[in-house]
């Protein structure tokens, strides 16, 4: 695994760098490989010890991965706080009392400051710990391009606009993908990874008990599934209870997520208008996901890493935060 590793890594770039001149404005999976060759381990063993306390947490912190690369590019802007130049994205209206998992980052990042100090970027701390989330859960493996540098500013407006939420159709959310360069087969694999992890009942409610002002229940949601969430998640009350996003395999990285569209049993609109808007080009791609696994995994893979390669910083522009909560001489 190590060997095949550092082979591969090592032959890509030099291959590369025989054929044309590299600028450094490109991501390597061995960016790290001698300024901090144990980078993975070190960041898989900080996870490892958080999933003992908080099995969700490996959801939590991929989905940080997707909203810092949504706003400004995969830059760390979304793990900045509060400070006299930075209104932080913490606030945003996707991510007010929803995102979490900043403490683990903060236990990642000082864990590699120990071993290689000032060396790996927030951002890419991000990338990492999306793929060991994915592949500790079940899913793929992947070799993550690295190398971005970490931005110095946080845009709290784009935030709000740029990051789709629960309540968006499916013309809006591909909107939003398209902006930062994603398509449809991404907007579908990428959604697959509701496959772990869950939302709050405040998220849902308009579901479950008034969608769209009609008064009534999502006609869309299987009726089975829509008496558990009901239960759940009463129609009064602060809507902070949690349900799970795969409600048949909760913490496991697999396809399930695309049966339960067939099944009418998405928990998030967005998630079941993949499969219920009539005519969608999505459905074919629900459809081949949940028959087929092994497809499902790759184009996952592709996806995240076409995510992850939204308009990063490299080279000498941003700089490698040593706290990734505020930016660095501030
Ligand atoms: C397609 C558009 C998407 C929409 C509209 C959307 C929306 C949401 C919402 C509303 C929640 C629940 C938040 C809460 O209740 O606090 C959520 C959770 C989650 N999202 Fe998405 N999401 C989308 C795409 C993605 C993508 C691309 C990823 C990652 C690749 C992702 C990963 C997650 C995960 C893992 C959770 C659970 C987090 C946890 O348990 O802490 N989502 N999403
Ligand atoms: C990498 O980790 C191994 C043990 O996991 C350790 O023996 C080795 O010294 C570490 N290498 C570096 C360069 O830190
Ligand atoms: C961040 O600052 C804004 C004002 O610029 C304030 O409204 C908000 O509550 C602050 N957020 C946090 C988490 O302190
Ligand atoms: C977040 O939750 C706190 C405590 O429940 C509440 O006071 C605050 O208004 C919430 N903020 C947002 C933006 O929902
Ligand atoms: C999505 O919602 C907008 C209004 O917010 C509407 O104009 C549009 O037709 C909707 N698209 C679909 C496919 O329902
Ligand atoms: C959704 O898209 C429609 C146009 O199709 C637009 O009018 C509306 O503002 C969008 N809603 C959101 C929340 O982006
Ligand atoms: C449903 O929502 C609509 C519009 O938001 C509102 O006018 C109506 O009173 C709600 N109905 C119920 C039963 O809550
Ligand atoms: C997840 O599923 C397992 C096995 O079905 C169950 O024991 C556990 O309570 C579930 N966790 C949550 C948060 O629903
Ligand atoms: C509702 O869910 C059950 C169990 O997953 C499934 O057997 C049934 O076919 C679903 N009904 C619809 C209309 O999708
Ligand atoms: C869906 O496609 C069918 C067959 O092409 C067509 O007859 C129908 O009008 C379409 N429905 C919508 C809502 O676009």
């Given at each position: 695994?190590?060997?095949?590793?550092?082979?591969?890594?090592?032959?890509?770039?030099?291959?590369?760098?025989?054929?044309?001149?590299?600028?450094?404005?490109?991501?390597?999976?061995?960016?790290?490989?001698?300024?901090?060759?144990?980078?993975?381990?070190?960041?898989?063993?900080?996870?490892?010890?958080?999933?003992?306390?908080?099995?969700?947490?490996?959801?939590?912190?991929?989905?940080?991965?997707?909203?810092?690369?949504?706003?400004?590019?995969?830059?760390?802007?979304?793990?900045?706080?509060?400070?006299?130049?930075?209104?932080?994205?913490?606030?945003?209206?996707?991510?007010?009392?929803?995102?979490?998992?900043?403490?683990?980052?903060?236990?990642?990042?000082?864990?590699?400051?120990?071993?290689?100090?000032?060396?790996?970027?927030?951002?890419?701390?991000?990338?990492?710990?999306?793929?060991?989330?994915v592949?500790?859960?079940?899913g793929p493996?992947w070799?993550?391009?690295?190398?971005?540098?970490?931005?110095?500013?946080?845009?709290?407006?784009?935030?709000?606009?740029?990051?789709?939420?629960?309540?968006?159709?499916?013309?809006?959310?591909?909107?939003?993908f398209?902006?930062?360069?994603l398509n449809l087969v991404d907007v579908v694999a990428l959604s697959g990874a509701?496959t772990?992890?869950?939302?709050?009942?405040?998220?849902?409610?308009?579901?479950?008990?008034?969608?769209?002002?009609?008064?009534?229940?999502?006609?869309?949601?299987?009726?089975?599934?829509?008496?558990?969430?009901?239960?759940?998640?009463?129609?009064?009350?602060?809507?902070?209870?949690?349900?799970?996003?795969?409600?048949?395999?909760?913490?496991?990285f697999d396809n399930?997520y695309f049966?339960?569209?067939?099944?009418?049993?998405?928990?998030?609109?967005?998630?079941?208008?993949l499969?219920?808007?009539?005519?969608?080009?999505s459905?074919d791609i629900v459809n081949t996901y949940s028959k087929d696994q092994a497809t499902f995994f790759e184009n996952f893979v592709k996806s995240m890493i076409k995510m992850?390669?939204?308009?990063?910083?490299?080279?000498?522009?941003?700089?490698?935060?040593?706290?990734?909560?505020?930016?660095?001489?501030?």
């Open positions: 695994m190590f060997l095949h590793q550092y082979f591969s890594c090592f032959t890509i770039l030099t291959i590369l760098k025989a054929l044309v001149h590299v600028s450094d404005a490109q991501l390597s999976t061995c960016y790290y490989s001698t300024s901090c060759p144990n980078v993975s381990k070190i960041v898989s063993s900080v996870l490892e010890e958080a999933f003992q306390s908080d099995p969700r947490i490996g959801a939590s912190l991929i989905r940080l991965h997707f909203h810092d690369c949504f706003v400004n590019g995969c830059d760390g802007s979304l793990l900045l706080d509060n400070s006299s130049s930075i209104k932080t994205e913490k606030d945003s209206i996707s991510n007010a009392n929803s995102t979490r998992g900043f403490d683990v980052v903060d236990n990642i990042k000082a864990a590699l400051e120990n071993s290689c100090p000032g060396v790996v970027s927030c951002a890419d701390i991000l990338a990492i710990v999306s793929e060991a989330a592949s500790m859960s079940g493996s070799e993550v391009p690295l190398g971005r540098r970490d931005g110095r500013k946080a845009n709290r407006k784009k935030a709000d606009d740029c990051i789709p939420r629960g309540s968006d159709n499916l013309s809006n959310i591909t909107a939003k398209s902006r930062v360069g509701h772990f992890g869950s939302a709050q009942c405040r998220v849902i409610r308009g579901r479950l008990y008034n969608f769209s002002g009609t008064g009534q229940p999502d006609p869309t949601i299987n009726t089975s599934y829509l008496k558990t969430l009901q239960d759940k998640c009463p129609q009064t009350g602060n809507g902070l209870g949690l349900a799970n996003l795969d409600p048949v395999t909760n913490y496991t399930q049966t339960n569209l067939q099944n009418h049993m998405g928990l998030l609109s967005s998630d079941q208008e499969f219920s808007t009539t005519n969608a080009s459905i992850g390669n939204i308009k990063p910083l490299t080279g000498k522009k941003g700089e490698v935060r040593l706290n990734c909560r505020k930016v660095n001489n501030k």
